[in-house]
């Protein structure tokens, strides 16, 4: 697969004597949409962290658009290199934003860092960014404070893509939206994907959002996978225990609380 | 009327930011003995605020107008034994346990405190029911649980042991608010499924508060849709998802994706769910209502009843044709 | 719930209170006069007129003299200048070396952060006061060696404090993306942590200022601190005990009195700072039925 523009080989990491993942390794298209399903404690945000580099692998390797990231970065050249290759939106929409800053700010920020665009330059792509994750030009100049948290999402979703990535990892970046916003997210995050032809890794413990964002999935169950395949067949048709437990236990219309005893 | 709890136009007004404002407009619910009803909604609807208003855990400073009555009682006049009475009838589960557990105090504490304090059993009575209840509620081993703390318990473990707390009173009643937002789905299924058998078992009643209207459909008998601290719509769970009479039970429905099947777009509504101090005069869906007539602006639509259930909604009739 | 923290971050002041607010008018007073001082006072604190020891209050000497015949107003005005640049110093040396320690061991962890620690733990065994006069008795007295050795004395209670809010802070998401972004460490703690951490390091700082001040003039009450004659209210205190044996305790009153007054009014000021700061420590329950600012979650 050497058409990837994400590949995971063989990611371990140990905290202490446990190990949080063991022997993870995946690949992810351009412009796919790759999910990682699991529960808490499943080592799927880890993997998330290590690919961005928040934490530091045990063994194994990561590598974005052709360039091994599995070592901390040596230089502030290939520290802003990386930045423009993968980005993340994480969970929480009311710390995933600097509170004295205005989205407007924040988004430049990352212009400033990653393109050589001016001032005037500068200004329409904030407002281009913006317009594709459906915010108006006031939302972008009021305190996050303001903000609800399905805008402070949008925000975080504009700011990752402002660096141009051609993978944006998504952590569990809509579970905490109440559903009406969390439905809007998901549009916008569809029109991005269809726009800019960036790569989802989409982490999320709903097998209803992962259906409607991703092409492919594994399931990750005590730092391992379990099962992977594409979306429509794992969640058709799951072949692993676990995953049929998953699916089976997602309340729906007729669902039959499973009975314990 | 055999009802084990009725709310009547109940409206509640805190002080917020140094103003008075309405969170609870004109709410009116009953829950028949053993009956399970499910309480929709999403932030600001007031779901939370209700089930508190009942057992008069509101914060300080807040204004109650409208009746609430409990097996005939009026409740926002209990005093002193009459209170502790309704408290120990009526239990309420919370969404994030370790939150509602003193970290310091072992389970056993935690669990019998209530009895030996309240109904003065003795230690080891009070032990022995506790262990009886946790078997019932899927935690075995109980004696050991009863010497373990908090942080020893994994989440789904806990909320059990929540669950158990609130079953050692003996309640007619069960509020539970949102127990299982904070669980994983296997853990939330295996939750449910206690709570489902228990309540069979006891013949308790539950009001279930959460923002998953497909997990209320699937565990109440009834189920009621709030929006800007008001009902929209009281229907048998079995028709919410696909006959709901009120356009925003339709549009939280539509909203969440599909297990099954993946949409091209979702059917989204614009806008952000409001409180009730926010929501305009008229109905307060009416600025996000794609059904919106000048009428919904100007008058504020009652709850009636319609089809089996009862609606807040002036063109409830004419939609429900439309979408058949 | 975290909305409503990042809200009373911005302390404003209408979240002072009454009590807060007099402390700050108090503190702005007591600037005021010591910069105005000579303009209020035509006498020469420093010139002593024996004739007039420990007299009355009389026209142009409105609060009488000491016991070495020097105008009290005047001497009280000069006082208050070294008795608000000593624990200014302290403060900005003391806040600066916290801050940077703080966000350095919180930023980069493991070993350094270790090594500050321990560090920090063996400076908290010497109480402020002793290390100044140890300074003193060792490089000689003077205000600026109480200065330097009080600054280094309250390193650690700062450190401490601020480290574990920079840990907060650097655990967040904003925090975290800027990282991924590529931005460098110092870049993110100038532009982002630090601002961030204004409300709660003013806190610290007006609180401190408080302990300073009192700590400065036990200093030089001790005469290891601002040598006579220099007018200072530590001193001052001190050289006018012999007058309280006498009968006359104007001198000493007048300069303790002004001492506490500020010492109250700053610690008054830096505990509302703190509580609108979010990081007081002193809270009530968390005000769960508070809805978030701006609605949806």
Not at chain 2, 299 to 306: A, N, Q, V
Not at chain 3, 239 to 259: K, M, R, T, W
Request: hydrophobic share 45%; aromatic share 4%.
């Amino acid at each position: 697969m050497t058409d990837a523009i994400l590949e995971v080989e063989g990611l371990r990491k140990n905290f202490g004597e446990a190990t949080a993942v063991r022997d993870v390794s995946f690949s992810l298209p351009p412009a796919g949409a790759l999910a990682i399903v699991g529960e808490s404690g499943s080592g799927k945000t880890t993997v998330a962290r290590m690919i961005v580099g928040l934490e530091r692998p045990t063994a194994g390797r990561v590598t974005a658009c052709g360039r091994d990231r599995s070592q901390p970065a040596r230089s502030a050249r290939e520290r802003r290199d990386r930045g423009g290759q993968v980005q993340i939106v994480f969970q929480d929409p009311y710390s995933s934003l600097d509170p004295r800053q205005s989205p407007a700010a924040a988004v430049e920020e990352v212009l400033r860092l990653h393109t050589r665009l001016d001032r005037g330059r500068r200004r329409a792509r904030v407002a281009e960014l913006a317009d594709l994750v459906g915010l108006d030009e006031r939302q972008m100049a009021a305190l996050p404070s303001r903000l609800s948290g399905g805008q402070r999402q949008r925000v975080a979703i504009a700011r990752a893509l402002a660096a141009e990535p051609r993978i944006l990892i998504l952590d569990e970046s809509v579970a905490a939206l109440d559903v009406s916003i969390q439905a809007q997210v998901l549009n916008v995050l569809a029109d991005v994907r269809e726009r800019t032809g960036v790569a989802y890794l989409f982490i999320s413990h709903d097998l209803a959002v992962v259906r409607q964002v991703t092409d492919d999935v594994v399931v990750m169950r005590h730092g391992a996978i379990v099962e992977r395949g594409p979306t429509d067949r794992v969640l058709d048709a799951p072949e692993h225990p676990y995953t049929q437990l998953l699916r089976a236990s997602v309340p729906r219309p007729g669902w039959q609380v499973p009975k314990t005893r | 009327m055999n009802d084990l709890l009725r709310i009547s136009g109940l409206t509640v007004r805190l002080p917020l930011d140094g103003e008075m404002r309405t969170v609870l407009s004109d709410v009116s619910l009953s829950i028949a003995a053993g009956e399970a009803v499910g309480l929709v909604g999403e932030s600001g609807s007031g779901k939370s605020m209700t089930a508190r208003s009942i057992v008069r855990l509101l914060p300080p400073g807040a204004l109650v107008e409208g009746t609430i009555r409990y097996r005939g009682n009026d409740v926002p006049s209990l005093r002193g034994q009459r209170l502790r009475d309704l408290r120990s009838s009526v239990s309420m589960v919370f969404q994030d346990p370790r939150a509602h557990i003193n970290p310091v105090r072992t389970v056993g504490d935690f669990l019998t405190e209530a009895l030996r304090v309240n109904q003065r059993v003795a230690r080891r009575e009070a032990e022995g029911r506790a262990v009886r209840v946790l078997d019932e509620v899927g935690v075995a081993d109980g004696p050991r649980r009863l010497r373990q703390y908090p942080h020893e318990l994994s989440g789904g473990l806990l909320q059990r042991v929540m669950i158990a707390a609130a079953l050692l009173t003996e309640p007619h009643l069960l509020l539970a608010d949102e127990p299982t937002t904070a669980l994983d789905v296997t853990t939330q299924a295996e939750v449910m499924a206690i709570l489902d058998e228990l309540r069979r078992e006891r013949g308790l009643a539950m009001l279930f508060i959460t923002h998953d209207l497909e997990l209320a459909a699937a565990v109440c008998d009834r189920t009621a849709v709030m929006y800007a601290g008001r009902v929209m719509e009281i229907r048998a769970s079995a028709l919410l998802h696909d006959h709901a009479l009120h356009p925003y039970t339709a549009a939280l429905a539509a909203a969440r994706p599909s297990l099954e099947r993946r949409a091209e777009r979702l059917v989204t509504t614009p806008g952000r769910p409001l409180s009730a101090f926010e929501a305009p005069d008229g109905c307060p869906f009416s600025t996000r209502c794609p059904h919106v007539r000048q009428r919904c602006h100007d008058e504020r639509p009652d709850l009636r009843p319609l089809d089996g259930g009862q609606v807040a909604c002036v063109r409830a009739e004419e939609l429900a044709v439309s979408h058949d | 719930m975290t909305a409503i923290t990042a809200l009373l971050g911005s302390s404003r002041p209408n979240r002072w209170g009454p009590l807060g607010t007099t402390a700050a008018i108090v503190i702005l007073a007591a600037v005021a006069l010591s910069v105005l001082g000579p303009a209020l006072s035509s006498a020469d604190p420093n010139a002593s007129d024996f004739a007039s020891a420990y007299a009355a209050p009389g026209a142009g000497h409105p609060l009488g003299y000491d016991g070495q015949g020097r105008d009290l107003l005047a001497r009280l005005l000069t006082g208050s200048r070294t008795s608000l640049l000593g624990p200014l110093w302290v403060v900005a040396l003391s806040m600066a070396a916290g801050t940077i320690i703080a966000i350095a061991a919180a930023w980069v962890g493991g070993w350094l952060d270790s090594v500050v620690s321990a560090a920090l733990d063996v400076v908290f065994a010497f109480p402020g006061v002793l290390l100044a006069m140890l300074v003193a008795a060792v490089f000689g007295p003077g205000l600026s060696a109480a200065v330097l050795a009080l600054s280094v004395a309250y390193v650690p209670y700062i450190a401490r404090l601020l480290r574990s809010a920079a840990l907060a802070e650097r655990r967040k998401a904003y925090v975290q993306a800027l990282e991924v972004q590529g931005l460098g460490a110092v870049a993110i703690c100038l532009r982002h942590l630090v601002p961030n951490l204004i409300p709660l390091i003013a806190a610290q700082a007006t609180l401190f200022f408080g302990y300073a001040m009192v700590d400065l003039a036990i200093v030089s009450y001790f005469g290891l601190g601002v040598q006579p004659p220099d007018a200072d209210w530590g001193v001052m205190v001190a050289g006018g005990q012999s007058g309280v044996l006498q009968g006359y305790p104007a001198e000493s009153l007048l300069a303790g009195g002004c001492i506490v007054v500020l010492v109250v009014a700053f610690n008054v000021l830096g505990e509302r700072l703190s509580d609108g700061s979010g990081q007081g420590g002193t809270f009530g329950p968390s005000r769960w039925w508070r809805p978030r600012r701006g609605g949806a979650a």
